[in-house]
């Protein structure tokens, strides 16, 4: 089969990455939001539509995912870019940190039809949560959203692939505590099964 380029790169790429924002609605201490140089801010609405136009004409990739810095649905266009997306027969893959799942974001994101929603659950207990820095979202209203939200939608459905991501990055512990506290870092994958029970996840 012939190669097709748009512009130096091979396509169709896996994905396309877009950041609809960097502003991002919790802290996580391991993440590098702190020490970020660019100014926060939200992409420009039409010029993500136009990105989007520009990949589904020229079939640059197999999907779009919102995703890189930041918490995409925070976007004030979010659904209105989503929608687009739709129009265009773009698959779309959404990277979130789950927070906004269990109120009227994932009430309305069950009307659209997603090739890919990524969790970033990243820790799964309420001692490991403190580290999300989430405001006053507590984690048992957290879970409890992501788990009415999972069900709801895989029940509508069941094509959409589903990943939960956890937090396995390998860091210096002790430089950790001095900023944060004591820290229990999960480290075997018997005490994830634990933590993930409550999803209804047997093996891993």
Same mark, same amino acid.
């Given at each position: 089969m012939e190669k097709r380029y748009?512009?130096?790169? $091979? #396509?169709?790429?896996?994905?396309?990455?877009?950041?609809?924002?960097?502003?991002?609605d919790f802290n996580c201490v391991f993440?590098?939001?702190?020490?970020?140089?660019?100014?926060?801010?939200?992409?420009?609405?039409?010029?993500?539509?136009?990105?989007?136009?520009?990949?589904?004409?020229?079939?640059?990739?197999e999907k779009v995912t919102f995703h890189v810095m930041g918490e995409p649905t925070l976007h004030p266009d979010f659904f209105d870019i989503l929608s687009h997306?739709?129009?265009r027969r773009v698959n779309v893959g959404l990277t979130t940190n789950g927070g906004r799942l269990g109120? $009227? #974001?994932?009430?309305?994101?069950?009307?659209?039809?997603l090739h890919q929603i990524d969790v970033s659950l990243q820790t799964p207990d309420a001692r490991s949560f403190a580290l999300r820095k989430a405001g006053?979202?507590?984690?048992?209203?957290?879970?409890r959203g992501i788990l009415d939200f999972f069900s709801s939608y895989t029940a509508k459905r069941r094509k959409t692939i589903f990943k939960f991501r956890f937090l396995n990055t390998r860091f210096r512990k002790r430089g950790m505590e001095k900023r944060v506290g004591q820290v229990k870092v999960i480290s075997s994958t018997e005490e994830l099964k634990e933590g993930f029970q409550p999803l209804g996840v047997k093996d891993l």
């Amino acid at each position: 089969m012939e190669k097709r380029y748009f512009g130096h790169i $091979e #396509i169709p790429m896996k994905r396309v990455h877009l950041e609809l924002t960097n502003i991002c609605d919790f802290n996580c201490v391991f993440c590098p939001k702190s020490v970020m140089k660019r100014q926060f801010g939200y992409m420009d609405t039409a010029l993500s539509k136009m990105i989007i136009d520009e990949i589904a004409e020229n079939h640059i990739a197999e999907k779009v995912t919102f995703h890189v810095m930041g918490e995409p649905t925070l976007h004030p266009d979010f659904f209105d870019i989503l929608s687009h997306a739709s129009g265009r027969r773009v698959n779309v893959g959404l990277t979130t940190n789950g927070g906004r799942l269990g109120g $009227e #974001i994932g009430e309305r994101l069950l009307k659209y039809d997603l090739h890919q929603i990524d969790v970033s659950l990243q820790t799964p207990d309420a001692r490991s949560f403190a580290l999300r820095k989430a405001g006053a979202l507590r984690f048992e209203e957290y879970e409890r959203g992501i788990l009415d939200f999972f069900s709801s939608y895989t029940a509508k459905r069941r094509k959409t692939i589903f990943k939960f991501r956890f937090l396995n990055t390998r860091f210096r512990k002790r430089g950790m505590e001095k900023r944060v506290g004591q820290v229990k870092v999960i480290s075997s994958t018997e005490e994830l099964k634990e933590g993930f029970q409550p999803l209804g996840v047997k093996d891993l």
